[in-house]
């Protein structure tokens, strides 16, 4: 069973940084792809970014230029730095991890507050 465990969620003033982490743990599949989704309220969940075991990144266009996805593959840990957060960032941020394009998990998800 796999499990995904966020933190570093919290308030920040606008202009503000974050880094989020999440570890992986359990039996995890080494063709993977880990990511970071977001859900304001009464709105739908979307991608910010994503990240492949060797490195290659995919932005969510509203993010891109602000926002840096990382790993380390030894640890199972995916990070997203974010840097010049707005209000409309506020939102909780889960983390995903698909293993060969099938299998998906979820994390239980960190709340992320900008406040203006």
């Known amino acids: 069973q796999v499990q995904l465990v966020e933190s570093g969620g919290g308030l920040v003033q606008v202009g503000g940084s974050l880094r989020l982490s999440c570890a992986a743990s359990?039996?995890?599949?080494?063709?993977?792809?880990m990511g970071w989704y977001r859900q304001a309220p009464g709105k739908p969940r979307e991608m910010v970014a994503q990240?492949?075991?060797?490195?290659?990144?995919t932005y969510a266009e509203s993010v891109r230029g602000r926002f840096t996805i990382s790993r380390d593959n030894a640890k199972n840990t995916v990070f997203l730095q974010m840097n010049s957060l707005r209000p409309e960032d506020t939102a909780v941020y889960y983390c995903?991890?698909?293993?060969?394009?099938?299998?998906?998990?979820w994390g239980q998800g960190t709340q992320v507050t900008v406040s203006s």
């Open positions: 990240i492949t075991v060797d490195g290659r990144t």
């Open positions: 995903k991890l698909l293993e060969r394009g099938v299998w998906q998990y």
């Open positions: 359990g039996s995890i599949d080494s063709l993977n792809v």
